[in-house]
């Protein structure tokens, strides 16, 4: 799901701002190199590089450094910086779990501990976006009761950490994100309509979509009771 997600992202970047730079980073485990081969032929026919990771430092050095071995600002970061970043992977209060449930998932983790290591200087400030589709990213902690919902403190979330850390501005959701049109709606499967939704195949036991999502990522309905929308994130001191 996360993958053809991924995908979609850059096809639409592709369309939409085609004349900047477009990468798609994968954190490898769990995917087989038949998947992993597939996954960069799709970024490759949409204008992009897949970068493959194997930790969330190898992360934070690529977007500091567009090197996954180096962790400081680089000049090609410099002369390349990031406008759009969307994220898709598992997420909990306080953490995006690229790992989730895998054996690497401690070293897969993003969160208060290492998102200080993302460097402002590969952003553009607010005019950068950070777009977090991890579950509960804008949840932070204490709840509290405001008009017909229940919000958690946002100012201790994730999405405020790292809207602090890059100096962008971050939109992130405060509930649990729903993948489930990933692949098309029930009737666009089983009956083509409104439309058919797009092919896909099975590599290794995964379904893949050379094209990338059918739909986006939407808010989910849990828990119940809290604002289900996204929501901003500005830097602050």
Known sequence: MFANQGIRAIKEMSKNSPNESRSMIIFTEGYTDDQLSAIEK????YGGTLVKVNSSEEFTNYVNSKSSSGGELSGARENDKITTMEIYSHGLPGSIEFGYEGK???KYKLDASNVSNLNPGAFNGTNSTIYSYACRTGTGSNINFIGPTFMMKTSKS?????????GAHVVAFPVRTDYQFTLGTWSERRFSFPRAAPANYLIDGGAFMPTGAAHPVTAGGSPFGFYSGEMNFYPKN
């Open 42 to 45: 799709s970024v490759k026919s």
């Open 104 to 106: 690497s998932e401690s």
């Open 158 to 166: 994730l999405a405020q950490k790292l809207a602090n850390a890059t």
